[in-house]
């Protein structure tokens, strides 16, 4: 059995990032702020501030760690890639951009930095370049599921319902039980006059669209 060890950076960089994810951010400022205590090289900087018990200050001084730590090594893509997410958090989505690519300077071969690349376009409203950060994904990994339904959705954003839809199967063909990817593929269904093949989707099996799509 696996037991969490406290001071293992790779586990509370991984921790720390999965609740923001989940939308848990007092949890995942938690382990971002361990990290930081954790490491060899940056552990000096959390001597100069407290945890704060207030979200909002505790996210602006682990933003302020994270940024401190770039100062000493510039090159770091984990540091990149947290201030890419917190600055997610704080709706700051053209310095979360700069923060995934130079991240990408280092790791250009990760295809979870390039669907966050991704992420953070769209959420910027850049949907016509999420669709080539998505793409860059999925040549790196084919069945990554959560880069095909992203994708698809930003094809949605741009109109674009054909390639959305065809996006949104592929996606469902790796993971049926996506009841959300169901929705959306529905929805683009519904804008493409296709109503035929709404009732379809109720059925829940990919097999049937075959002949309509490519995918």
Same mark, same amino acid.
């Given at each position: 059995?696996?037991?969490?060890?406290? @001071? %293992? +950076?790779?586990? #509370?960089?991984?921790?720390?990032?999965?609740?923001?994810?989940?939308?848990?951010?007092?949890?995942?400022? =938690?382990?971002?702020?361990?990290?930081?205590?954790?490491?060899?090289?940056?552990?000096?900087?959390?001597?100069?501030?407290?945890?704060?018990?207030?979200?909002?200050?505790?996210?602006?001084?682990?933003?302020?760690?994270?940024?401190?730590?770039?100062?000493?090594?510039?090159?770091?893509?984990?540091?990149?890639?947290?201030?890419?997410?917190?600055?997610?958090?704080?709706?700051? @989505? %053209? +310095?979360?951009? #700069?923060?995934?690519?130079?991240?990408?300077?280092?790791?250009?071969?990760?295809?979870?930095?390039?669907? =966050?690349?991704?992420?953070?376009?769209?959420?910027?409203?850049?949907?016509?370049?999420?669709?080539?950060?998505?793409?860059?994904?999925?040549?790196?990994?084919?069945?990554?599921?959560?880069?095909?339904?992203?994708?698809?959705?930003?094809?949605?954003?741009?109109?674009?319902?054909?390639?959305?839809?065809?996006?949104?199967?592929?996606?469902?063909?790796?993971?049926?039980?996506?009841?959300?990817?169901?929705?959306?593929?529905?929805?683009?269904?519904?804008?493409?006059?296709?109503?035929?093949?709404?009732?379809?989707?109720?059925?829940?099996?990919?097999?049937?669209?075959?002949?309509?799509?490519?995918?």
């Amino acid at each position: 059995m696996y037991v969490f060890d406290p @001071y %293992d +950076l790779d586990a #509370l960089l991984a921790l720390g990032v999965s609740f923001t994810n989940q939308i848990a951010f007092a949890t995942a400022l =938690k382990y971002l702020r361990e990290w930081i205590v954790s490491h060899p090289e940056y552990s000096s900087l959390a001597q100069q501030t407290k945890q704060s018990m207030h979200l909002h200050q505790e996210c602006k001084q682990v933003v302020e760690l994270f940024e401190n730590a770039t100062k000493i090594n510039p090159d770091d893509p984990d540091l990149h890639s947290v201030l890419g997410v917190l600055f997610n958090i704080t709706s700051e @989505y %053209d +310095l979360a951009e #700069l923060h995934f690519k130079k991240a990408l300077q280092q790791r250009p071969n990760d295809p979870t930095l390039w669907n =966050k690349l991704g992420a953070t376009q769209a959420n910027g409203q850049k949907c016509h370049l999420a669709v080539s950060a998505y793409s860059k994904a999925l040549q790196l990994k084919p069945n990554y599921v959560r880069a095909l339904s992203n994708l698809g959705i930003s094809f949605a954003n741009q109109k674009m319902h054909r390639e959305a839809c065809q996006s949104y199967l592929a996606s469902l063909r790796l993971n049926p039980h996506a009841e959300s990817i169901w929705d959306y593929l529905t929805m683009s269904l519904l804008y493409l006059g296709r109503e035929d093949l709404m009732l379809l989707t109720q059925q829940r099996d990919v097999s049937q669209f075959e002949k309509h799509f490519d995918f």
